[in-house]
């Protein structure tokens, strides 16, 4: 049973391009979280998402980034115009049951994007 | 507000030797509790829960943890450390029954350092 796949691994960028991070979640989940994290610091949630339909966005800054989790294909976290202080490793994690229950979020490998 | 303390920045203990991670939580209803063990380059793996029922939590690798509501922590243990077990870890918790369910709280992380 594959785990939660995340492509790319790395990914550079220059300033005021678009970057965009996919995740498969694990075979049979239907729910999945956006987490950020900055370098020698813990995982910042940022969204929630079911297929489609955004749950929880309260961790998402207002401007250029967005989420999608469609009904087919893996979910998308889009950044818009990147700046540096978007160099990040941003993690996906996805669970089967969703976020009312004590379900376990299992993590995928990261994409560590790097902005010039 | 829900928030994580993991007030060691890192441990260092030699292998065989007994080890404690510390983790401290605030949260406005019921914890549930976890960790995740993150090395290099890589995603988070996830090592145990707390949910409900016996205080002492065993998970993954030996590890195993003891929940202590008077005392609002979640320690994680293990009676003799590896090598292997160096890594950055990391508590985390999510408030069950809030309007921020949805998401998982990190603590700032502990690297643990075994020496041979």
Known sequence: ?116 | AQSVAQPEDQVNVAEGNPLTVKCTYSVSGNPYLFWYVQYPNRGLQFLLKYITGDNLVKGSYGFEAEFNKSQTSFHLKKPSALVSDSALYFCAVRDIGSSSASKIIFGSGTRLSIRP
Not at chain 1, 14 to 37: D, F, N, T
Not at chain 1, 57 to 65: D, I, T, V, Y
């Open chain 1, 1 to 116: 049973n594959a785990g939660v796949m995340q492509n790319p691994r790395h990914l550079v960028r220059r300033r005021g391009q678009e970057a965009r991070l996919r995740c498969s979640p694990m075979k049979g989940h239907s729910h999945v979280y956006w987490y950020r994290q900055l370098p020698e610091e813990g995982l910042k949630f940022m969204v929630y998402l079911q297929k489609e339909n955004i749950i929880d966005e309260s961790g998402m800054p207002k401007e250029r980034f967005s989420a999608e989790f469609p009904k087919e294909g893996p979910s998308i976290l889009r950044i818009q115009q990147v700046v540096r202080g978007d160099s990040a490793a941003y993690f996906c994690a996805s669970s089967s049951q969703g976020a009312l229950v004590a379900d376990t979020q299992y993590f995928g490998p990261g994409t560590r994007l790097t902005v010039l």
